[in-house]
């Protein structure tokens, strides 16, 4: 499974979990919500219960001693005094009852305590609809024998019930009792303080008016509530007693929103977390689309590309250079010097190469190698070495850049060989005017040694001879051998085109080599020669083919200061060797007349000459010889008078 939709399955897991934890806790807290109000629910009807029974046990009690008061009022002489006395007594134990009234059996009123006139009771004073229902109440009092109780009904003080007792002595009707109560004065009386502490208890009429409430607060806000009929007095009234809200429940309250800003911190870490989850996803695919992009790039590249710690360590290469050199990735990554592509002919240098490229010792101009194939072939690399800097600036390495020059090197080898092969070609054709020559200059020696030859022979044959005479002439004869010798050794060479074959040499041993052999010649022109050595470096060449360069460099200078217009004093042949990076620069400076510019143009052509017996052809192998070695032959013009021929070849890089 990719990382993205791994990411996403894990997210949209993640978000199930969280939503799942949410439905749980809602569902946990809906039960315990639940089971909590049930509790609270039995509790308030065991409360309301006892209050009812509370209640009724006060108002029976009451009417107990109501019902006492008017047994004994009949059989008693001071009536009056009984009544003030008992009446006195249940006004003070009840705060409930605010007034009672004796009324006589015509329904006059004889004692009313306290002594205020209330608007209901008394005919007088009473308006029209009282007086008809007193006078109701009193009758339907008288006629049942028992209490009776009124409705409420509303005063200034509060809502208020009576009830009403008949009297009745020596078998006769003589009056009725009638006790006012308040409903404010129930509920203040008989609520104790922990039950309106926990609960708001009302009484309600039949149509649900509040008539007296006892409460902690005003507008509480309750939950659940529970209701019983207020009776006595009945006609529909209701006890009824709500639970405060939040009653005792503020842990649960402080644990409920614990749990929901903790839920709340989770989803929002959630979505902090989707958002970074994404911008990670959006990351790596950008990182994934490079990528591809670079090893398309790397892949479609015919350059090989190569990478190398500090040690020389291969860390890094890619397919074309892996194509190169045919052995595989995991073969080459961790592979150390000497690596198991270098051409073991060539493992010397490229071990000074690759030494110099470690030791930052390398220019950027790249450099040219002989690698070999796992086959065994060999191929022909230029190569480009940079230091890898990683992202804190600091070289973890070498990145280098590797071309396969082998084609385009057979190529210039088969253009330099069918060049060579012209120019053999021309100088075979050349050979019949060579041949002229060559016999003319073997003609002398030939002569020499055919005189010396018969000079001996005529001595030994005369007798008259001593030794001394005889070594003379033999030894004559040997030096005009070996000057026949030399000149068609000379010519051999000329023809001849032997293959290079180019090693490492110090650059002094060539220089003093060619003077060498150009000093006789020099000496005879009375020419001195100057050597100048400011470096001596070592570089990849072919000894022969440079000394011949050189000589031939030396001997155009001494030609041309050997002319009769050259003074003696400026025939000087100045060999000047100098360091100039990494390529070596060779001058041959001499004080000649210099060459003139119709001259300049035709230099490098095949046989140009302006000398009577020169071939025309040094200088255009020279330079094909020198560019051969990657280096580089060209004309300078000597402010001294003269010409400078100047000369520079890549040096092998000094570990
Ligand atoms: P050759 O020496 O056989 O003539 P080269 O190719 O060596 O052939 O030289 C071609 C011509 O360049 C020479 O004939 C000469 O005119 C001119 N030349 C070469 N070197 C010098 C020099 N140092 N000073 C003046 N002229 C030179």
């Known amino acids: 499974m990719s990382a993205l939709k791994w990411s996403n399955s894990y997210l949209i897991a993640l978000k199930l979990a969280v939503g799942l934890l949410l439905v749980l806790l809602l569902v946990l807290f809906w039960v315990l919500r639940q089971n909590e109000m049930e509790e609270q629910r039995s509790t308030l009807i065991a409360d309301v219960l006892w209050l009812e029974q509370n209640i009724n046990f006060h108002l029976e009690g009451g009417a107990e001693n109501f019902q006492q008061l008017a047994h004994d009022l009949p059989r008693e002489a001071n009536k009056q005094a009984l009544f003030r006395l008992r009446a006195e007594y249940l006004l003070k134990n009840n705060p409930d009852i605010l007034q009672i009234v004796w009324i006589d059996d015509t329904a006059r009123v004889r ?18 609809m009282d007086a008809a229902l007193f006078r109701q109440n009193v009758n339907m009092a008288h006629k049942l024998g028992k209490i009776v109780y009124t409705d409420a009904y509303s005063t200034p003080e509060g809502a208020q019930f009576e009830m009403y007792l008949p009297i009745f002595g020596d078998g006769r009707y003589q009056g009725a009792l009638i006790g006012v109560f308040s409903f404010s004065g129930v509920l203040k009386n008989l609520v104790p303080w922990w039950f309106a502490e926990k609960y708001q208890v009302r009484i309600l009429d ?51 929103a614990s749990v929901i800003a903790l839920a709340g911190a989770v989803l929002l870490s959630l979505w902090v977390m989707r958002g970074h989850i994404r911008r990670r996803i959006a990351a790596e695919q950008a990182q994934r689309s490079e990528h591809a992009f670079r090893k398309a790039m790397e892949d479609s590249l015919t350059v090989g590309m190569r990478a190398r710690d500090l040690a020389g360590k291969i860390t890094y290469v890619n397919p074309a250079f892996c194509q ?55 191929l022909d690399a230029l190569i480009y070495e940079a230091p890898l800097v990683g992202a804190d600036g ?31 070609t021309a100088r075979l054709v050349s050979m019949g005017e060579l041949a002229s020559t060559l016999a003319h200059e073997l003609n002398q020696p030939l002569a020499a040694i055919t005189s010396y030859a018969t000079g001996c022979l005529n001595k030994l044959e005369s007798g008259k001879f001593s ?20 000149i068609i050794r000379h010519v051999h060479d000329f023809v001849r085109k ?29 020419v001195r020669i100057e050597r100048e ?23 155009n200078a001494v030609e041309a200061m050997s002319a009769a217009s050259v003074s003696s004093k400026r025939r000087r042949l100045t060999i000047r060797v100098c360091l100039l990076e990494d390529q070596v620069q060779i001058y041959v400076i001499d004080r000649g007349p210099g060459i003139p510019g119709d001259v300049l143009d035709k230099l490098f052509t095949p046989f140009f000459s302006t000398k009577a017996d020169g071939m025309g052809m040094g200088l255009k192998i020279c330079r094909s010889i020198i560019e051969f070695h990657r280096g580089r032959l060209w004309i300078e013009e000597n402010p001294e008078g003269g010409a400078i021929l100047a000369i520079s070849l890549p040096v092998i890089p000094s570990s």
């Open 498 to 526: 032997s293959e290079p074959r180019l090693v490492p040499c110090r650059l002094i041993e060539l220089v003093d080599g060619s003077i060498g052999l150009i000093e006789p010649a020099a000496k005879l022109a009375h």
């Open 467 to 486: 030794a001394d005479e005889l070594q003379t002439a033999l030894t004559r004869l040997g030096v005009q051998a070996q000057r026949a010798g030399r």
């Open 111 to 128: 004692e009313t305590l306290p002594a205020r006139a209330l608007a209901r009771l008394g005919a007088d004073g009473m308006d029209g």
């Open 324 to 378: 190169m050199v045919g052995f595989g990735e995991s073969e080459l990554i961790g592979a150390s010097p000497p690596m198991p592509y270098w051409a073991p002919e060539e493992i010397e240098r490229t071990r000074a190469i690759n030494d110099a490229v470690i030791g930052g010792r390398m220019s950027r101009e790249g450099f040219e190698l002989r690698l070999m194939h796992k086959d065994g072939g060999r």
């Open 206 to 256: 039949g149509e649900g008016n509040l008539l007296a409430s006892k409460s902690r607060v005003s507008n509480a806000d309750t939950t659940i509530n529970y209701a019983v009929p207020f009776d006595p007095p009945g006609f529909g009234m209701v006890l009824r007693v709500d639970v405060y809200r939040g009653h005792g429940n503020f842990t649960r309250n402080l644990l409920t």
């Open 533 to 555: 050595i400011l470096a001596n470096p070592e570089l990849m060449g072919d000894r022969i083919q440079i000394e011949q360069v050189l000589l031939n460099l030396m001997r």
């Open 394 to 424: 600091r070289q973890s390495g070498w990145m280098a850049s590797v071309v396969d020059v082998t084609a385009r090197k057979r190529m210039e080898d088969l253009a330099r060989r069918q060049q060579e092969k012209l120019q053999a």
